[in-house]
């Protein structure tokens, strides 16, 4: 089945950056679009940001100007850039296909805690 590694979490202060990869694996990755999630405690998981399989972008509102999706198909990779980071983005990131292609296996995800 499809596997998905998320990467490159950690703490960070308010304001400042990361950069997220998932690696996947078992799958035609260029021909699905792909999509960062993120939970908070207590919240249900929502779509961040997603990229087609021609590099259409698209993003949630909350992070739009802030955060930017992209994909290495070479390397099976995609990648989340987020910078001016807020309290309020602390949450485990995911990756899987976007919202009409979700694959029902998940990472283990990569925590992300914004906080001075």
């Known amino acids: 089945q499809v596997q998905f590694v998320e990467s490159g979490g950690g703490l960070v202060q308010p304001g400042g950056s990361l950069r997220l990869s998932c690696a996947a694996s078992?799958?035609?990755?260029?021909?699905?679009?792909m999509g960062w999630y993120r939970q908070a405690p207590g919240k249900q998981r929502e779509l961040v940001a997603s990229i087609t399989s021609g590099g259409t972008t698209n993003y949630a509102d909350s992070v739009k100007g802030r955060f930017t999706i992209s994909r290495d198909n070479a390397k099976n990779t995609v990648y989340l850039q987020m910078n001016s980071l807020k309290p309020e983005d602390t949450a485990v990131y995911y990756c899987n296909g976007g919202l009409g292609s979700i694959f029902p296996s998940w990472g283990q995800g990569t925590q992300v805690t914004v906080s001075s």
């Open positions: 078992r799958i035609i990755f260029s021909i699905y679009t």
